[in-house]
C-alpha cells in the first residue's frame, strides 16, 4: 500500500518549519522559532538543544494533530542554514559548545591571519568560496583554539562536528547516523570540490582530524530512520531552492531571500569556474548525478528587517 505523507523539516536561522505533504500537496504547516543568542557584539549562537527539542515538538504535533502515523509516512526529508557549525560528544550525544551561526565574525582574526599568509587562493581553488567568517572551517578553527574539551576529543573518535543536517540526523536516528552531503560539506572550507571529498590539506590546516567529521552521503540517499521512517533526501537550503525551483539548466538563476539573501546560478559540471567577486559551489551530488552553481551572498536580507 502507498504511503500518503511525506514530511519535511527545514532548519532555519530564525526557526524550524515543518511541511506534510498529502500526495504530493502540502496539507499542514507548522513553525517553531529558537532564541537568537548574541555574546558579544558580532557573535551569533544558537542552542542546538534548543533546536532539537523544536524539532521533536514539530514532530510529535504533526503525527497528535493530523491523527496520522509512522506507518503511513513515506519519508521524513531535511533542509537546513548551511554554514552554522555544532560540535558534541558522540558518548554522550551533549553539544559541547552552543551552534556558531553562519552570520558570526568571532573568527575575523584567523580569516585576517589565514589571508596574510596568501592561503586565500589556494583555498579558493580547492573550495571555490573565499576566506571569512561566513564559513564553517574558521569558526572550527576558533572552537579549537578556545574550547579544551573540543581540541582534547578531536582524533580520539569522541567528538563529532558538523553543519545543523548533521546534528539533526545524529539525533533523529538516535545517534546511529553521522553523516551529511555534498551542498553541505562544500560550505565549510575543508570540502575539495573537485574530488568531491573532504581534503587531508584543509582539514589539518583548520586543525581538526578527519574522523571528527561525518560520513559524505549522496542527497537522496537513506541517511537512516526516524521510528521506522526513512530519511530520504537531504540539501542545503539555498541548493534545495535552486533544485526544486527547477533550475537545472545553464544560466537558470533563482533568488532566495531569508533571513539573507542568496543569487545563484546553475553551471552544471563546471567546477573550475573561479572569480574573486563570487563563489562557486556545490549544487547538488545526488547517487546519479552532481551540479555545481556560481552563488552571490547578501549577509542580511529579512534580518534587516527584525533589525
Known sequence: ???????????STSGTKLLLFENGRIGYRKDKKHQQIYPKVGWVEHDPLEVWHNVQTLLSDVFTEKEITAAEVASISITNQRETIVAWD???????????VWQCNRSAGICAE??????????????GLRIDPYFSGTKINWLVKEIN????KSGSGDLAIGTMDSWLLWNLTEGATFATEASNACRTLLYNISTMDWDPALIELFGIDVIDLPKLTPADAIFGYYQTIPIVGVLADSQAALFGEGCKEV???KITMGTGCSIMMQVQQQNQLRDQRILTT????????????LE???RSCGDAINW
Open 251 to 253: 544560466g537558470d538563476v
Open 282 to 293: 556545490t549544487a547538488w551530488q545526488t547517487e546519479k548525478d552532481c551540479a555545481f552553481a
Open 1 to 11: 500500500m502507498e504511503k500518503p505523507y511525506q514530511i519535511v523539516l527545514d532548519q
Open 149 to 152: 574539551a573540543i581540541k582534547e
Open 90 to 100: 558522540r558518548s554522550t550525544g551533549k553539544p559541547l559548545y552552543n551552534a556558531i
Open 114 to 127: 589565514m589571508i596574510a599568509k596568501g592561503l586565500e587562493p589556494m583555498i579558493n581553488q580547492k573550495t
Open 296 to 298: 552571490g551572498i547578501i
